[in-house]
T-cell receptor, first 114, second 117 residues
Framework: GENVEQHPSTLSVQEGDSAVIKCTYS??????FPWYKQELGKRPQLIID?????GEKKDQRIAVTLNKTAKHFSLHITETQPEDSAVYFC?????????????FGSGTRLSIRP | GAVVSQHPSRVICKSGTSVKIECRSLDFQATTMFWYRQFPKQSLMLMAT?????????EQGVEKDKFLINHASLTLSTLTVTSAHPEDSSFYIC?????????????FGPGTRLTVT
C-alpha cells in the first residue's frame, strides 16, 4: 500500500521568512496530493492540493510542487506569519484500486518566531 | 459547502462499555467516508473506509469486531467502539469524500475525543 514520508518533523522559522516541507510517496499510481493544516485539538483543514497532471500550484503565500518521476512533493509557505504556526500534514491518494483512501505523512510542527 | 459534523465531541466511558460516534455530511452526499484515529502529537492513522450500503474495508491491524462501522445513508456513518479499554482512548476523526462537479476532495469532521477510564 501507499507510504508517505514527511520531513522535517519540526521546523522553526523567523516571521517573514519562507518554510518548506517535503514529502515522498511510494505508490506511483497516486494521483492526488493534498496538504492539511491542523491546529491543536482541531480538525485538519485542507489548505492546498495538487493533482498528478500538474507540476506546481500556487495560492497566495502557499505553493505546492510535484515531481512525479522522483515521487516527491513539497509545500512552500512564503512571508510566514504567526498564524501559520500549526502542524502540517502531506497526504497522498492512491490509484483506482486504493478506493480513494488518503494516507497521511507523519506531520511537521511549524513554529513561527516573532 | 462541504461541511462535516461529528458527535459527540468528547466522551468519557468506563472500561468494557461501548461508545458510538456519528459522522454526518451536512450539505452534500458522501458515498465514501473514512475513519481515522490520532494519538497525541502523532499523525492520522486510517482505520477503515466506509461505503454507503456495503461493508466497511478495514486497514491491516484494525479489528473489525471491535470497531463496528455502519454507513446506512449517504450522509451518515457511525463508528462504535465495543468493549472499550483505556488503550482505545484517542482522538477519532471522520472524513467524507466530496466528489461533485469534477472535484474529488476529503473534508474532515471536528473529531471526537474518547477517554476510557
Amino acid at each position: 500500500g501507499e507510504n508517505v514520508e514527511q520531513h522535517p518533523s519540526t521546523l522553526s522559522v523567523q516571521e517573514g521568512d519562507s518554510a518548506v516541507i517535503k514529502c515522498t510517496y511510494s505508490d506511483s499510481a497516486s494521483n492526488y496530493f493534498p496538504w492539511y493544516k491542523q491546529e491543536l485539538g482541531k480538525r485538519p483543514q485542507l489548505i492546498i492540493d495538487i493533482r498528478s497532471n500538474v507540476g506546481e500550484k500556487k495560492d497566495q503565500r502557499i505553493a505546492v510542487t510535484l515531481n512525479k518521476t522522483a515521487k516527491h512533493f513539497s509545500l512552500h509557505i512564503t512571508e510566514t506569519q504567526p498564524e501559520d504556526s500549526a502542524v502540517y500534514f502531506c497526504a497522498a491518494r492512491g490509484g483506482y484500486s486504493s478506493a480513494s483512501k488518503i494516507i497521511f505523512g507523519s506531520g511537521t510542527r511549524l513554529s513561527i518566531r516573532p | 459547502g462541504a461541511v462535516v459534523s461529528q458527535h459527540p465531541s468528547r466522551v468519557i466511558c468506563k472500561s468494557g462499555t461501548s461508545v458510538k460516534i456519528e459522522c454526518r455530511s451536512l450539505d452534500f452526499q458522501a458515498t465514501t467516508m473514512f475513519w481515522y484515529r490520532q494519538f497525541p502529537k502523532q499523525s492520522l492513522m486510517l482505520m477503515a473506509t466506509s461505503n454507503e450500503g456495503s461493508k466497511a474495508t478495514y486497514e491491516q491491524g484494525v479489528e473489525k469486531d471491535k470497531f463496528l462501522i455502519n454507513h446506512a445513508s449517504l450522509t451518515l456513518s457511525t463508528l462504535t467502539v465495543t468493549s472499550a479499554h483505556p488503550e482505545d482512548s484517542s482522538f477519532y476523526i471522520c472524513s467524507a469524500r466530496y466528489a461533485i462537479s469534477g472535484r474529488d476532495e476529503q473534508y474532515f469532521g471536528p473529531g471526537t475525543r474518547l477517554t476510557v477510564t
